[in-house]
């Protein structure tokens, strides 16, 4: 073996190609069957996709880095189950591109955040966390409230979820700065059209608390409040519900 | 072959090749290295024989022990549950006054009752559950929608202005925004609420007669014409010291102008409900001590 | 340093600078609205920057001919300081981010640094701004002495190192501005990934192309690793970055993979970006400075060899352990497991091969600090592969994952073995490369050492002791079976372990900028070398003789 080595390393290309072969073998034996193995990821008829708002809100989450801090992961250990809930299913997160399961948490795990808490607590938690829980260390977030949401690029958003392989309708793409405006504003003509496009349960409040003006608060707090609500395969399993 | 040479301190032999003055000892590999190598690749290779493994196309091997980490939390969390039994039964067969007289009872109440209430409640309610501005204090004071614990496990159970289909409706409405009232009218009447409980209902109804005038006729309806409050209707006692929003004229007048509604979440289908009876067993317990 | 391109390398890289101002100048022109705009001007600043100078120039005579026979040192030079500024800047924001999380007020109020956003700024900014420059310029030093050549050209080199540095500055600049993919390591934007692809194509070409002018018979260990630090960096790059971006003038992208597939993707990637960048690269550095310094030959060219291709090999396999007990399914986690153990065999094979190359030279890493630094980098490498494949068994990630036990590991690892290698190999590098007779100030490199150690050490006893403990506190049941503590009570318990991890990274990055006021002290004043120490001229009698006598 060390002779066949010895003559090796005299040749560069030699080396390159035994490094590649080498290298290429782990990811291709454990990624590849990810995508052919059914049972991977749960089926889940009732999923469904993230609002044009709520995937801007995502889009926020993701430029904070609140994922820095917050993991939307619960394992299968039973104190997590207990604290947090039923462990997550590899289906929630099946419309995530890319995934945000996160690997700290330095602020408690938020994966079925959704209805939690009220729309004012993220708002009045997200613009100074120490005014509601006194002792916490989360960085204030004042400048979601005087931005006003990026709409402009919404369709194209969905649009490139949709190349990646999320089921938007060209209906869905075309009206996605409409459906994100008629969201917020529970008041505005726009709202037939979500309701159309998307699950009647959709949520359709001022999430910011003002009706006619569309801010990355609104955004970030319908994400929020739709995290863990987008299927409800976790609950149909007992698994946890009153077991604590 | 290479020139050979001897290192001194060693004295091993070199490969032979320098690079820039580098040169390398043809030591043999140790044992040591051999030996763990061996150990930790069987262990591996018995490890993934146990468990599952081998990604197989469609499939994959299960393992000879069967293990699944799902069947496992299961497992576990039955088991806990198991354990936990008796006490739960006790939960659900007791009722809250019973509850209250059962020291052993009331003990694990107050143990899980703290986990769950920080892990759920603290949020807006302070881990002391004393409140905060807008989120009412429930270990102290009285409380908008009734004291009894029937009442808060309600309160809990169905949230107040939630989604919940039973949801409590707490509607403060928006006296000025909605042009009901006119800006001197609300003037009238915040400084009436405002003298309330401070001075007493007489004093101020002496001091202000026109804000008594208005209070009768928009306001009584809710918090009842000696402004003592309707729990049914989650309309909060104005005579005390007990403030959800606050007390000063500011704060006041901003309730009164642009209104109030306090949402508070259900949590039916997100503890169950015998957390929530356990919840509202230990909401109590906090308001006796 | 322009003057010593040739006359057709200098209009090489003007062409080069013009088209990227070009480029530069569409986006800032024609995604107007979008962050892209910015970066848009920033890259035609840059390119601008460099292109003046380089015009001014253009018509001077072509250097002399004697260049070739000397090492072309100039961009590792470059590299070195570029190091050390990304060093100072990079731990600068870790120290800053170490404060908030003990302070949370204690930021500017402005989006740009809040601590989501300043946190991958300190994770690039350290392992590739200060890694990767380390490694680039090392590699080019290494390169040419252990070829006994000089690098093919010297417009390439230039290539690599500057237009990483602008990848490095995309990134930075980018998590300030919002813009990001969030995933971790690789969260650039699309237009930043696909620039290093450029640059790492470039640089693996040079490396060929070096290797097959080389004047050595065999290729050295450290090229090895160099070569596999290359090679597999772009294999991960490309697929974890795979992206549709939402328009060709809009700084945003959505990566390909979703879910569970993204997920294993990313930490095939992550772990990886550990093991290729902060390891096999680091290794390689390691495997020139350390016996260099020491004055012995390597213990065993055996154990190398093991080494070398078990961490190629196994390294690849071992990414799912930072999935367990998630959703990845769980024959994924079982591989990841079994495959992490067996790598702490030829992790340490690596670390005792560098320990027991010291066996004749122990005097010399008790007088020379820069020996020292090298020498307790192999030992803390050989503590974090440790405890790592320890992390990597199921049970115990079952404690330690989401903790602050994960990042006292990862800076057992950064701190102790990256970042201590790394100033081991520039205090080896800098005088021989500015002909100087050693460092200005070796009270300078000594201090350096003892606040590197010392803050190494507290900050890893801090989140140890964090770690374990919010782990513990997140399990911990009563003794009628309820969970104990809230996660409330988890953050409040923090306080005292992330005030100690400040206090020791503050000492740790106090050390660095000693290191920088010493580069600046002995480029500046430091006597010149009276003899050539080990500027080995390409055609050297010695060596020649040996290699003829060989063949
Ligand atoms: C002055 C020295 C340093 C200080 C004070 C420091 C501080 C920090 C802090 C506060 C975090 C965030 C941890 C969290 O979110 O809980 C962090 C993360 C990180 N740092 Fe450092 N750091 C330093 C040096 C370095 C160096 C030299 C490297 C690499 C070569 C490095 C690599 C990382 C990495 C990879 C992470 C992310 C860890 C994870 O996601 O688990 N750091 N550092
Ligand atoms: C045999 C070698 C090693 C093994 C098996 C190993 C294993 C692990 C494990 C199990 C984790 C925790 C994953 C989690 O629970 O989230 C981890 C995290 C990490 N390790 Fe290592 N480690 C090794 C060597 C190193 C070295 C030498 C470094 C150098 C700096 C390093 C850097 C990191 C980083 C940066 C992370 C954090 C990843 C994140 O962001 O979550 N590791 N490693
Ligand atoms: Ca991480
Ligand atoms: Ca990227
Ligand atoms: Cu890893």
Redesign the pocket.
Known sequence: MFKLHYRLERRAIGMTLAIICAASVGGFVEIAPLFTIDQTVEAAPDMRVYTPLELAGRNIYMREGCYACHSQMIRTLRDEVERYGHYSLAVESKYDHPMLWG??RTGPDIAPLGGKYSDEWHVRHLLNPREVVRVSIMPSYAWLMDNDLRIDDLSGQLAAQHAVGVPYTPDMIRHAADDAYGQANPDSNRVAGVRARYDDNTNIRAFDGIADRLTEMDALVAYLQILGRLTDASNLDPVGKDLE | MALEERDPVTGRLTTGHQWNGIKELNTPVPRVVYVFLILTITFGLVYALCMPAIPLGRTYTKGILGYDERTAVQRDLEGAAAAKAPWHDALDRLDYRELAADPVVMQEIRETGRFLFGQNCAACHGINASGNRGFPNLAGGALNWGDTPEAIEQTIRVGVNSSHPESRIAQMPAFGQDGILQRPEVDAVVAYVHDLSREGIDASRQRHPAGQEIFKAQCAACHGAEARGNSDLGAPNLTDRTWLYGGDIQTILDTVWQGRQGQMPSWESRLGARNIKLLSAYVSSLRKE | MITNLTASERRGALLILVVMAIVGLFFAAAGRGDPIALHGALIMVVALAFAFPVMGHLYDPEPSADRLDTYYDDPSKVGMILTFAWAAFAMFVGDWLAWMMVEPTWTTGSAWSSFGRLRPVHTTGVIFGFGGNGLIATSFYVMQRTCRVRLPDQLSPWFVLLGFNLFCLLAVTGYMLGITQSK??AEPEWYADLWLVIVWIVYFVLYLRTLARREEPHIYVANWYYMAFILVVAMLHIVNNLAVPVSFLSAKSHSLFSGVQDALTEWWY??NA??FF??AGFLGMMYYYLPIRAGRPIFSYRMSIISFWGITFMYMW?GS??L?HTALPQWVQTLGMSF?LV??VP?WASAANALLTLNGAWHRVRDDATLRFMMIAAVF?GL??F???F??IRSV?AL???TDW??G??HA??LG??AMITFGALYASIPWLWKKERMYSSFLVELHFWLALSGTVIYVFALWNAGIIQGLMWRTYTENGNLAYTFLDSVVAMTPYYIARAIGGLLFLTGALAGCLNLYLTIRFAAPATEALSLMPLRDPVSDAVIQAAE
Do not use: R
Request: charged letters at 10%; glycine letters at 8%; proline letters at 0%.
């Open positions: 690997s700290k | 971790e390591y992550g772990h550990v093991a902060l390891t071992v352990h930072h367990h992490s790598l702490l992790s490498y974090t592969t405890e790592g494949s992390m990597a990630n330690s994952h989401y994960t990042v590991h990862v690892g950064a073995w990256v």
